[in-house]
Nanobody, 124 residues
């Protein structure tokens, strides 16, 4: 059974930083992409960043230059999202997802497996 668990969501002030972690377990297939998504109340789920197995990355315009997605070199089933210079509009539930169905558009929320999410709140 594939499971994804997110860690690291918390409340921070504007301009602060945090690192989210995603632990993937139970997946036995090769070379899968992991994406981070977020969803604020009343809004659609938005792709934030994604990383392919061999390290290619893609970012949403809203976070590019402020965020870094990475995979643990020793454990590629662990993926991180470092977010800096946080803004109130970054407040949302953040989800990680694994195994993108659309490899050409990994920021689309069309993944096979999802975590339950972790709350990030940025206060002004």
């Amino acid at each position: 059974q594939v499971q994804l668990v997110e860690f690291g969501g918390r409340s921070v002030q504007t301009g602060g930083s945090l690192r989210l972690s995603c632990a993937v377990s139970g997946f036995t297939g090769p070379y899968y992409c992991v994406g981070w998504f977020r969803q604020a109340p009343g809004q659609e789920r938005e792709g934030v960043a994604a990383i392919a197995w061999f390290g290619n990355t893609i970012y949403a315009d809203s976070v590019r230059g402020r965020s870094t997605i990475s995979r643990d070199n020793d454990n590629p089933n662990r993926v991180y999202l470092q977010m800096n210079n946080l803004k109130p509009e970054d407040s949302a539930v953040y989800y990680c997802a694994a195994v993108a169905r659309d490899g050409r558009n990994p920021l689309r929320p069309t993944y096979d497996y999802w975590g339950r999410g972790t709350q990030v709140t940025v206060s002004s």
